[in-house]
């Protein structure tokens, strides 16, 4: 099982360019998450999906838009990027509900951008 | 707004020396907690969870940390360091009135080991 893996690992781009991140799981988990991770900022949730076809907004929206398509994979857009997106990306997937493995959020290794 | 709080950006602890790292969560009722340990250029791995029952919880790698309901806090700590442990640890709150979909993070602190 690879578990939760992010597509590209690294990508520089220039300002005004658009770019898609693809996190994929294999762990048939339903929620999938999107984070960006800044120095002395910790992890801000950027959006996040409940399910197939659902998306919804978290903290830190704008300027990303997301899809998902299929249950195992979580899309993340910049359509123009600006130097401020400027962070390292984290997806995340968890099993909802109470039982003691879930609620636990899996990460994927991150993928570093860099707008120029 | 729920919100966590880490008052230590960086800690130094020597090898073998003992280990707390101080977390405290705004939230009106018991919350989800957690504590997750990023090694640099690595994702985030989950060290343990309180989610109800006995206030102190262990985890992997020999951390255990405390649920203190009348501090509003969730220390971890680790009574022997290793040099392995030196990384980035994460604090996080879920509220339970998000049906646990969402996860707050603390800002993080720094280990660093010293031989």
């Known amino acids: 099982n690879a578990g939760v893996t992010q597509t590209p690992k690294f990508r520089v781009l220039k300002t005004g360019q658009s770019m898609t991140l693809l996190c994929a799981q294999d762990?048939?988990?339903?929620?999938m998450y999107w984070y960006r991770q800044d120095p002395g900022m910790g992890l801000r949730l950027i959006h996040y999906s409940v399910g197939e076809g659902t998306t919804a907004k978290g903290e830190v929206p704008d300027g990303y838009n997301v899809s998902r398509l299929k249950k195992q994979n979580f899309l993340l857009g910049l359509e123009s990027a600006a130097p401020s997106q400027t962070s390292v990306y984290f997806c995340?997937?968890?099993?909802?509900?109470?039982?003691?493995?879930?609620?636990?959020?899996?990460f994927g290794p991150g993928t570093r951008l860099t707008v120029l | 707004a729920q919100s966590v709080t880490q008052p230590d950006i960086h800690i130094t602890v020597s090898e073998g020396a003992s280990l707390e790292l101080r977390c405290n969560y705004s939230y009106g009722a018991t919350p989800y907690l957690f504590w997750y340990v990023q090694s640099p250029g690595q994702g985030l791995q989950l060290l343990l969870k309180?989610?109800?029952?006995?206030?102190l919880v262990q985890g992997i790698k020999g951390f255990e940390a405390e649920f203190k309901r009348s501090q509003s806090s969730f220390n971890l700590r680790k009574p022997s360091v290793h040099w392995s442990d030196a990384a980035e640890y994460f604090c996080a709150v879920g509220p339970m009135n998000t049906g646990f979909q969402k996860l707050v993070f603390g800002t993080g602190t720094r280990l660093l080991v010293s031989p």
């Open positions: 762990m048939n988990h339903e929620y």
């Open positions: 995340a997937t968890m099993i909802p509900g109470l039982a003691d493995i879930k609620n636990e959020q899996f």
């Open positions: 309180y989610f109800s029952g006995d206030t």
